[in-house]
């Protein structure tokens, strides 16, 4: 096993008690990033849900997105969630800018499956920047904060 994978494994015992018995909803872009911590989850054995948003802003690429993540899912026998957005008219709608229509759009949905397929934890793939963001939008959406939950660096 690789190094990587047994520090991960580590990491999700330590900071997750009975990691075995929870259920994860893995946030999937098709970057690098969200398809990595998708890999490591697999490979840990543990009950994953994939949800994916295509926010139709690249074209093509959107699209093409969308697809790789469908066709892994059905590969490895993933439930997958799909939630496929005109983020520019939702943004003109609401009076927003296009980055805060996708957030919005992103975690009401996250949230929503959340609920309803009762899922412990909300993973994302996100980089250190993007932590601090995440914690202000659950605050100013008055949202529980002690439901989010990030996986500390596995250097510590």
Same mark, same amino acid.
């Given at each position: 096993m690789s190094d990587l994978f047994l520090r991960f494994r580590e990491k999700i015992c330590k900071d997750i008690d %009975?990691?075995?018995?929870?259920? $994860? #909803?893995?946030t999937v872009s098709g970057g690098v990033d969200s398809m990595v911590m998708?890999? /490591?989850? &697999? =490979? !840990?054995? $543990?009950?994953?849900?994939? !949800? =994916?948003?295509?926010?139709? /802003?690249?074209?093509?690429?959107?699209?093409?997105d969308q %697809? #790789?993540?469908?066709?892994? !899912?059905?590969k490895r026998g993933h439930r997958l969630h799909v939630r &496929?957005?005109?983020t520019i008219e939702y943004a003109r709608r609401r009076g927003i800018s296009i980055e805060m229509a996708a957030? @919005?759009?992103? +975690?009401? $949905?996250f949230y929503e499956l959340? @609920?309803? +397929?009762q899922l412990d934890y909300i993973c994302t793939a =996100? %980089? /250190?920047?993007d932590l601090l963001e995440t914690f202000f939008i659950a605050l100013y959406q008055k949202g529980n904060i002690f439901k989010l939950t990030s996986l500390r660096t596995l250097n510590e």
């Open positions: %009975q990691p075995e018995e929870k259920r $994860f #909803l893995l998708w890999d /490591l989850f &697999t =490979h !840990a054995g $543990f009950d994953i849900e994939i !949800a =994916h948003v295509n926010f139709q /802003l690249r074209g093509e690429d959107s699209d093409k %697809q #790789l993540v469908e066709e892994i !899912a059905d &496929t957005e005109n957030r @919005e759009i992103r +975690y009401n $949905f959340q @609920e309803k +397929y =996100h %980089q /250190l920047d």
